[in-house]
């Protein structure tokens, strides 16, 4: 009987030489291992090759990773990209029906960035596909020519929710600091999700599940990159390892009542 619950992690489908390949940034396993004492299991891109149903009966949590490329806009009634934007349909076609279900056959689920961006999408909402060519928003992406600490350090700070989940898990405070490495963000949040917490400039930066039967809370900033020196991003997967843990324990208990029910 398994001690830690398992974490499925989204990938991306990439090429590495000639081979697709999936893979997913080793900062994410590292904060579901360290920071959610959670086992890690990557999810390869698959779409209905591998079924929801089977993937769900099969995890305790999910986590929705950050990526390079962007949802397509055809999955939110967006306008065409811009030449050269980098999209991964298979990653869509895997991770937006499986979100949806997820959250509600009560799997805990902690989606970054262009995770937060999918559990957007998935819940009927649209996104602007460059915030910095947005007349009023800030460019909340990073300078690439910076070091990756440089990158990744505190870039502003956002409003938290009064009473929202993350709020509590920032122990009561009305801010944090965050960075922020991203270019596309949420333009109508989806029929379903509260917002958790804005940027200076009005960008929704967090969202959380109205009426989740388990923990379901998507952010913009990258909370995986040196989770264990800031306080709110220790607190993130904590709270969302302990909410694997709850629901591992719920299934061992109803298998364990299955189990002794047959004989």
């Known amino acids: 009987m398994r001690t830690k619950p398992l974490v499925g992690i989204s990938a991306d489908r990439t090429m590495i030489g000639a081979h697709p390949s999936h893979v997913a940034g ?6 579901i291992v360290d920071g959610s004492q959670a086992l890690a299991m990557l999810l390869p891109a698959l779409g209905e090759r591998q079924s929801v149903d089977d993937v769900l ?3 305790d949590g999910l986590l929705f990773t950050g990526s390079y490329s962007n949802v397509e806009p055809r999955r939110y009634g967006g306008h065409a990209s811009a030449p050269g934007t980098l999209h991964d349909a298979a990653r869509d076609a895997t991770t937006l029906p499986l979100l949806r279900a997820a959250i509600a056959a009560g799997v805990p689920v902690l ?3 262009r995770g937060f961006q999918e559990m957007n999408v998935a819940f009927g909402g ?4 460059s ?3 947005v007349a ?9 020519q910076d070091e990756l600490d440089v990158q990744y350090a505190p870039s502003h700070s956002i409003t938290l929710t009064q009473g929202g989940l993350l709020q509590r898990l920032a122990g009561g405070a009305n801010e944090a600091r965050v960075n922020s490495l991203h270019g596309q963000g949420v333009e109508r949040l989806g029929a379903g999700l509260m917002t958790e917490a804005t940027a200076p400039d009005g960008l929704i930066e967090a969202a959380s599940v109205k009426d989740a039967r388990a923990f379901a809370l998507g952010v913009q900033w990258h909370p995986e990159w ?4 800031d306080a709110l991003s220790t607190a993130i997967f904590r709270a969302f390892g302990e909410a694997c843990r709850d629901r591992m324990r ?7 009542a299955s189990a002794a029910t047959q004989t």
């Open 26 to 31: 080793e900062k994410y396993i590292a904060a």
């Open 57 to 59: 009966a099969t995890v």
């Open 111 to 113: 989606a970054v960035c």
């Open 126 to 129: 649209t996104l602007h596909q």
């Open 131 to 133: 915030v910095h060519a």
């Open 136 to 144: 009023g928003l800030n460019d909340h992406r990073e300078n690439k």
């Open 226 to 229: 040196r989770h264990a020196s």
């Open 250 to 256: 719920t299934r061992a208990g109803h298998g364990a």
